[in-house]
């Protein structure tokens, strides 16, 4: 398996714009995460999900944030309109269950200029 | 509410040495989970070395090893024979189980430097 799969691995957007990121999990993962990482703030969680549900977005920063999971090895990560604090790493994370090891994809970085 | 504090923001040793990176936390929660996760330059996290709360015996996983002071809220981490590879950024993190939701929290990371 190729581990988790983050795309795309940069991106530069104007303040406004829609941004979506992307993530694959790891085949047979039932739990999904989204982490936001910045230097001020460090790692946070976004949301996750168990079997297709989200079960805690109370770190989603405001309604600007959405994240869905269509199907069982897909994720997406959306921000509209997208703003310049916005601009940070976003890691998408799975495992087995949502006590078990994380695996964390490459991460994507993205600039809102 | 849950907290996890890293003191130390940058830490260095020397090839072969051992170092220690601290971690405390604050809960009032009896059962939870602690990790310690690794994030080299390359940026992928991975995990490192995970501790149950309800276990009294400290993980070890080859030249990483914990001390784990539950009553003292404290979940360090000891890298014996420290390598080259080992500098990255080093997360503690928290985990709970409330209402059937798993919470999750990070420290802010020290970031460890192993010199040749």
């Known amino acids: 398996d190729a581990g988790v799969i983050q795309s795309p691995r940069h991106e530069v957007t104007e303040m406004g714009q829609e941004v979506t990121l992307r993530c694959k999990l790891i085949?047979?993962?039932?739990?999904l995460f989204w982490y936001r990482q910045t230097m001020m703030r460090g790692l946070e969680l976004l949301i996750y999900?168990?079997?297709?549900?989200?079960?805690?977005d109370s770190g989603m920063p405001e309604d600007r944030f959405s994240a869905k999971m269509p199907n069982a090895s897909f994720s997406t990560l959306k921000i509209q309109p997208s703003e310049p604090r916005d601009s940070a790493v976003y890691f998408c994370a799975s495992s087995l269950d949502s006590s078990d090891e994380q695996f964390f994809g490459p991460g994507t970085r993205l600039t809102v200029l | 509410a849950q907290t996890v504090t890293q003191s130390q923001p940058e830490m260095s040793v020397q090839e072969a040495e051992t170092v220690t990176l601290s971690c405390t936390y604050d809960?009032?929660?009896?059962?939870?989970?602690l990790f310690w996760y690794k994030q080299p330059p390359s940026r992928q996290m991975i995990l490192v070395i995970r501790?149950?709360?309800?276990?009294?015996q400290n993980a070890t996983e080859n030249r990483f090893s914990v001390n784990f002071q539950k009553a003292a809220k404290s979940f360090s981490l000891k890298i014996s024979d420290s390598q080259l590879g080992d500098t990255a950024m080093y997360f503690c993190?928290?985990?709970?189980?409330?209402?059937?939701?798993?919470?999750?929290?990070f420290g802010t990371g020290t970031r460890l430097k192993v010199l040749a």
């Open positions: 999900f168990n079997n297709n549900v989200p079960i805690d």
């Open positions: 501790q149950e709360a309800y276990k009294q």
């Open positions: 809960t009032s929660e009896s059962n939870y989970y």
């Open positions: 085949s047979g993962h039932n739990s």
């Open positions: 993190a928290f985990m709970k189980l409330t209402s059937g939701t798993y919470k999750y929290i």
